[in-house]
């Protein structure tokens, strides 16, 4: 499976449309993605997160780990159209993420919690984006993942630096896929991962 650039269906594009206008308005009172971006919304967080769709597509559902404001969590939901579980600490934007899940008309459950506290069945698919290092990522992963899933996650040109990391704790398999919105960025597809023993 290859991560490709997505081209999406009218019906998917106006739900993105109606996800990126509930973002900029609620952008204004809280801080879900910086100001400098809300002018390229559409290359710099939508396109990205789209990236993950072909990978995530067909599996039965997803968990978004660290949701922030709904990348790539919301626009997975959107575009793959499948259920997902997105975790949010954050109270503010759980609630953003709540009505946007609402107005886009996605199968999705907005959990309100800390990730290492999250009470969620395993599930195919876990995603992130510009939530932590790699180490860092599999240890949240690793009880909401099941035992043949995937972690799929958006990183940046410290990838190779983070994979050298976490495998001096974990063991694992990892494919790199080269990002189609950013010359520096990668998505890490992580399976059969267990904390190194010793």
Not at 74 to 99: H, T, Y
Not at 157 to 186: H, L, M, N, Y
Request: with cysteine; hydrophobic share 40%; glycine share 8%.
């Amino acid at each position: 499976m290859q991560a490709e650039r997505v081209t999406v269906s009218r019906e998917t594009e106006e739900r993105l449309q109606a996800y990126m206008a509930l973002l900029q308005k609620w952008n204004e009172r809280i801080n879900l993605v910086s100001p400098k971006d809300m002018d390229n919304l559409w290359e710099r967080h939508i396109l990205d997160s789209l990236q993950l769709v072909p990978l995530v597509k067909g599996r039965e559902r997803f968990v978004d780990m660290g949701s922030g404001g709904g990348f790539p969590g919301i626009v997975v939901g959107i575009a793959a159209n499948i259920p997902g579980v997105l975790i949010e600490s954050d109270q503010r934007k759980s609630a953003f993420l709540r009505e946007a899940a609402r107005i886009t008309g996605t199968q999705l459950t907005i959990l309100p919690c800390r990730l290492d506290k999250a009470d969620v069945a395993p599930a195919p698919v876990v995603t992130a984006r510009a939530l932590a290092p790699l180490d860092k990522l599999l240890t949240w992963a690793r009880p909401l993942l099941e035992p043949d899933g995937v972690g799929l996650f958006l990183k940046g040109r410290q990838a190779e630096q983070e994979i050298e990391e976490a495998a001096k704790t974990w063991k694992f398999d990892v494919r790199s896929w080269p990002s189609k919105t950013s010359p520096d960025g990668v998505i890490l597809e992580v399976s059969n991962f267990n904390r190194a023993e010793g």
